[in-house]
Nanobody, 129 residues
Framework: VQLVESGGGLVQAGGSLRLSCATS????????IGWFRQGPGKEREGVAC????????NYAEFAKGRFTVSSDHRKSAVFLQMSRLVPEDTAVYYC???????????????????????WGQGTQVTVSS
């Protein structure tokens, strides 16, 4: 199993970035992919999640309306489009995989880091003011 993030970088406040998570080694449609981030001195937190069986998504409150998670089944890739970035979004962003949950459990489980089996190495996002 392999997950590789890319697309991070330095951006000014108000700008946008699109992160990518390339995956391999598992059945893409049977898994959910979560995006997490860890800022300086902070705990890792959930950003968004997409369940690849039905495309269902979940978002952290801070991400709603600004971030969009999507997937490309042909490429076994997941994307995180981030807009209206603020300095507080500065963090290392990670993607992680987990066998998909039933719909009724997603909202409760998606943001729990310990639920995820495999992780990428992360990509740095820095938002300047």
């Amino acid at each position: 199993v392999q997950l590789v993030e890319s697309g991070g970088g330095l951006v000014q406040a108000g700008g946008s970035l699109r992160l990518s998570c390339a995956t391999s080694g598992f059945v893409f449609a049977d898994h959910a992919i979560g995006w997490f981030r860890q800022g300086p001195g902070k705990e890792r937190e959930g950003v968004a999640c997409i369940s690849n069986d039905d495309g269902g998504t979940n978002y952290a409150e801070f991400a709603k309306g600004r971030f969009t998670v999507s997937s490309d089944h042909r490429k076994s890739a997941v994307f995180l489009q981030m807009s209206r970035l603020v300095p507080e979004d500065t963090a290392v962003y990670y993607c992680a995989s987990v066998p998909r949950w039933p719909v009724e459990l997603r909202e409760r489980l998606w943001g729990r880091t310990y639920e995820y089996h495999d992780w990428g190495q992360g990509t740095q996002v820095t938002v300047s003011s």
